[in-house]
């Protein structure tokens, strides 16, 4: 059973730093395209970042590039999210995803090219 499990969600003041994790169970991370997306109260799930199974691409949404680092590390099977410099604007859940398939080239991180799913986590960035 292929399954995603997200950590390291929580309150944090702008300006600060958190991490999150993905952890696959069930199936090889490295062998998929991996992404993370958001969605806050009233909009719909954006790609924040992405990258192709290899890592040979990697997509940033421009709110986050500069801040956000994607990376994985395949001998735990586990992708993360480095933030920094939280704005309150980056609250949402949090979603990690991956997807076998080659990507549709200039859409590395649309969410409806990803089949699996994480259950979300919350990020919440106030003072």
């Known amino acids: 059973q292929w399954q995603l499990v997200e950590s390291g969600g929580g309150l944090v003041q702008p300006g600060g730093s958190l991490r999150l994790s993905c952890t696959a169970s069930?199936?090889?991370?490295?062998?998929?395209?991996i992404g993370w997306f958001r969605q806050a109260p009233g909009k719909g799930r954006e790609g924040v970042s992405c990258r192709s199974m290899g890592d040979s691409t990697t997509f940033y949404a421009d709110s986050v590039k500069g801040r956000f680092t994607i990376s994985r590390d395949n001998a735990k099977n586990t992708v993360y999210l480095q933030m920094n410099s939280l704005k309150p604007e980056d609250t949402a859940v949090y979603y990690c995803?991956?997807?076998?398939?080659?990507?549709?080239?200039?859409?590395?991180?649309?969410?409806?090219?990803?089949?699996?799913w994480g259950q979300g986590t919350q990020v919440t960035v106030s003072s």
């Open positions: 995803a991956a997807d076998f398939y080659p990507k549709p080239s200039g859409r590395l991180c649309d969410p409806v090219d990803f089949g699996s």
């Open positions: 069930g199936f090889i991370l490295g062998y998929n395209a």
